[in-house]
C-alpha cells in the first residue's frame, strides 16, 4: 500500500519529456506555417525619413531650362532612355531602346509600352476604331507607363551618379552597331557555349563534342580579330553554318533546360560584368580627356611663354593707376587657360557700353603667368585695362600667413539628395559651383578696391553689367545667383556639426558682385580660416571637396540674391537647354566637364563661346589651336 503512491510520480517523470517532444513537434509544424502566411510586402520598413547627400567632383547636370519641344528635346530624351542603367549588384543592363517616348508636365521621362502587347478588338475593314476603344488602350498604356517610370527615373540617376556626365555625352555620341554578322556570331557563340557543358556530359556524344569546341574556338578566334563586318574573312558563311548544325544537334540532344539556362545566365552576366569594365575604362578616360589641357593648348602657352623671354619688354602699358581707381569696373579672373580669359574678357568688352572704364584683374599660376603676360600685351581688347597676377608669388612675399599657396579655381560640385523612404520618388540631384580657397584670399590682394565683379573663367557674357556696380546689397557680402531647390538643412552631413541656419539657400559662382568693404567688416576671411581648421584633409582631393562646405557656412546670412536670368548655368553639361533661353542670358556658365574648348564639349554651344574666340594669332595657328 505504501507503493501506491510512487507510481503517479514515476508517471509523471516520464510523462515530462514526452510533453516537451510534443511542444517541439507541433512548434516546427506551426513556424513554417505562420512563416506562409505572415508575409510581408517589402523586407525593409522606415518610419521616418532621412536624407544621404553625397558630393562628388565634378559636377555634371542641370534639372532647368529644358526644350519643352522640338526635334532637338525628343533627341535628348531618347538619349535618356537608352542610359545604361546600373543595377543594384553593381551590374550594367542595357535597356532595350523604345520607340515612343514622351515627357511629362514634371520633366520625368515616360515609356510607351509597344501596342503589340496591348489587346485590341480588330475593326471593320476602311472603319475607323471607335473613341472608346482608343481611349480605352491610351488608358492602358498610360498604367502601363506609371510602372515603368520610377524605375527608368533611378536608373538614369544611379547611371550618373557613377559615371557623372560620361552616360550623357556617351549617349549622344552612341553609334548603333550596322555590323549584323558580328552580332550574329556572338549570338551563336553565346547558345554554343551555353548547350557545351550539358553536351560533353552525355555518353555517346564525343564527336559532337569535338565539333562544338572548334567551333567556338573558331568563333572566339575570329572576333578577337575581328569588329566589324568588313574585317570578317571570306569563309565567314561557311564557319556560320557549321555552327548553326552543330548548335541544331546540340538542341536535339536530351540535356536537363536547368544545365543550359544556368550556364547562360552565368555567360551573360560575365557579358554584363566585362560590359561594366569597359564603361567604367571609358569614364575614366573620358574625365582623364576633359580634365588634362590639349596638346594644341599646351603647345600656345609654351609658345607664348618662350616668346614673352624673347622680348621681355612687351608688356602692357596700362598704366598702375587704373587697377586702383573706384573709377573703373574692376573684374577678377581666376584662370590657368589663356584662351578661356581671354574669351571671358572679349565678350564682356564686346557686351559693355563703356568698355574704356572696364579694368580686368587676371589671377593665375606661376607656370602659366608668362604666357599670359605675353597674351595680354600682344592683344588689346578696345580700351579696357589688362593686369596679369602670379597668384603663387604674390601669396608667398607678401601674404605668407596664408597656407594655400596652389591658385584654385572654382570647385564644381554634383550632390545627390536621396529619401530612404521612398527613394525613387524624392530623390534628387542638385549641380552648383562654388568658391574654391583661393577665392578667400581676393580681399587680401587688392587691398585698394571697395567692390569687384568675380567671374569664372568658363562664362561668356552676352549682355552690358555695368547695371551690377549700382546695386546696394545693404549689409550683404557676396552678391550670387541663389540655388532655392538646394537647402542647408538638405546637407548636414556634409556641412559637418558647425552651427548653421537651415532655410538659407545654396548659391552658385559664375557671376558674383564682392563687397570687399562689407567683407572685412564681416571677416569672412578670418572665419573662413577658423573653419578650415575643423575639416581634416587627408590628401589634396579632400582638401578640394571641403570648399563645398566652407563656402556655404562662410557667407551664411551674407549672400545677396541677384536675378536668375543674369546666369545661365550648365552648358557643360546640360543636352536639354532651350537655345532661346542661351541667346537671351545676359551671361552663360559653362560648368561641367564639357567645356567649350575641349572636343568634348558640346557642339551646340560651343558657337556662343568661339565667336567672342580670337582668330589670326600666328601662336595659336602654328599649334593648331582649333577649338
Known amino acids: 500500500m505504501k507503493a501506491q503512491p510512487l507510481l503517479p510520480a514515476a508517471l509523471k517523470r516520464r510523462r515530462g519529456p514526452r510533453v516537451a517532444v510534443l511542444a517541439l513537434v507541433l512548434c516546427s509544424l506551426l513556424v513554417p506555417l505562420a512563416f506562409l502566411f505572415d508575409r510581408a510586402p517589402s523586407g525593409y520598413v522606415t518610419t521616418e525619413e532621412r536624407h544621404r547627400q553625397e558630393v562628388v567632383l565634378p559636377k555634371f547636370d542641370h534639372e532647368e531650362k529644358r526644350r519643352p519641344t522640338g526635334a532637338d528635346s525628343g533627341k535628348r530624351q531618347e538619349a535618356l532612355e537608352k542610359i545604361i542603367p546600373r543595377s543594384r549588384s553593381g551590374v550594367i543592363h542595357q535597356q532595350t531602346p523604345e520607340k515612343n517616348i514622351s515627357k511629362g508636365s514634371t520633366g520625368v521621362i515616360h515609356h510607351q509600352t509597344p501596342e503589340k502587347n496591348i489587346s485590341k478588338v480588330l475593326p471593320a475593314p476602311k472603319v475607323e476604331p471607335s473613341k472608346d476603344v482608343t481611349d480605352s488602350t491610351k488608358v492602358a498604356k498610360d498604367a502601363s507607363q506609371e ?142 580627356g576633359a580634365q588634362t589641357l590639349p596638346k594644341s593648348h599646351h603647345c600656345l602657352s609654351m609658345r607664348l611663354t618662350l616668346e614673352y ?52 584683374h587676371i589671377l593665375t599660376d606661376a607656370q602659366n603667368y608668362y604666357a599670359m603676360k605675353h597674351w595680354f600685351a600682344r592683344n588689346s581688347y578696345k580700351n579696357a585695362a589688362t593686369q596679369v597676377i602670379n597668384y603663387e608669388a604674390i601669396i608667398l612675399e607678401k601674404l605668407p600667413k596664408y597656407t594655400i599657396r596652389q591658385l584654385y579655381l572654382p570647385e564644381e560640385f554634383r550632390v545627390l539628395i536621396r529619401s530612404i523612404k521612398q527613394p525613387t520618388e524624392n530623390t534628387r540631384m542638385k549641380y552648383l559651383s562654388l568658391f574654391s580657397h583661393s577665392h578667400f584670399v581676393i580681399p587680401e590682394i587688392f587691398k585698394y578696391l571697395n567692390k569687384v565683379v568675380v567671374l569664372d573663367d568658363d562664362v561668356v557674357v552676352q549682355r552690358d553689367l555695368s547695371f551690377l556696380w549700382n546695386i546696394d546689397m545693404g549689409d550683404k557680402v557676396n552678391g550670387a545667383v541663389e540655388l532655392c531647390g538646394l537647402k542647408l538643412g538638405e546637407m548636414k552631413n556634409v556641412l559637418g556639426k558647425t552651427a548653421y541656419d537651415p532655410n538659407l539657400c545654396a548659391w552658385m559662382s559664375g557671376v558674383n558682385l564682392i563687397n570687399l568693404d562689407k567683407w572685412r567688416e564681416h571677416n569672412v576671411t578670418e572665419n573662413y580660416l577658423l573653419l578650415m581648421k575643423k575639416f581634416k584633409f587627408k590628401d589634396e582631393l579632400s582638401l578640394r571637396a571641403a570648399a563645398f562646405p566652407l563656402s556655404l557656412l562662410s557667407f551664411q546670412h551674407l549672400i545677396y540674391p541677384l536675378d536668375e536670368k543674369l546666369t545661365l548655368a550648365g552648358l557643360g553639361y546640360d543636352y536639354g537647354i532651350d537655345e532661346v533661353v542661351a541667346r537671351r542670358s545676359a551671361s552663360l556658365h559653362y560648368n561641367g566637364n564639357m567645356k567649350p574648348w575641349l572636343e568634348l564639349g558640346i557642339p551646340d554651344y560651343k558657337k556662343y563661346w568661339k565667336r567672342f574666340l580670337v582668330r589670326g594669332d600666328r601662336f595659336m595657328d602654328e599649334c593648331n589651336v582649333n577649338p
Not at 533611378?154 to 549617349?171: D, R, V
Not at 556570331?185 to 564525343?206: M, N
Not at 565678350?347 to 580686368?360: D, I, N, Q, R, Y
Open 309 to 360: 623671354f624673347k622680348s621681355s619688354s612687351l608688356d602692357s602699358d596700362d598704366s598702375p593707376g587704373k587697377f586702383s581707381s573706384p573709377e573703373y569696373r574692376h573684374y577678377v579672373i581666376l584662370s590657368r587657360n589663356v584662351l578661356a580669359a581671354s574669351v571671358v574678357i572679349n565678350s564682356t568688352v564686346s557686351s559693355s557700353k563703356e568698355p574704356g572704364h572696364l579694368a580686368f
Open 147 to 288: 510602372g515603368e517610370k520610377a524605375d527608368e527615373v533611378e536608373k538614369a540617376k544611379s547611371c550618373q551618379l557613377e559615371f557623372g556626365s560620361y552616360c550623357l555625352w556617351s549617349i549622344e555620341h552612341k553609334e548603333i552597331m550596322k555590323d549584323h554578322i558580328v552580332k550574329r556570331l556572338k549570338d551563336q557563340l553565346f547558345v554554343a557555349r551555353s548547350y557545351y557543358p550539358s553536351i560533353a556530359k552525355l555518353q555517346g556524344q564525343e564527336a559532337l563534342t569535338q565539333e562544338m569546341k572548334q567551333n567556338i574556338q573558331d568563333h572566339e578566334r575570329i572576333l578577337s580579330v575581328s569588329t566589324v563586318d568588313a574585317d570578317l574573312p571570306s569563309f565567314i558563311s561557311k564557319r556560320m553554318k557549321q555552327m548553326e548544325r552543330t548548335i541544331v544537334r546540340a538542341k536535339s540532344c536530351t540535356v536537363d533546360c536547368k544545365n543550359v539556362d544556368r550556364k547562360l545566365r552565368q555567360i551573360l552576366d560575365m557579358t554584363e560584368d566585362e560590359a561594366h569594365f569597359h564603361m567604367k575604362q571609358s569614364a575614366f578616360l573620358y574625365n582623364l
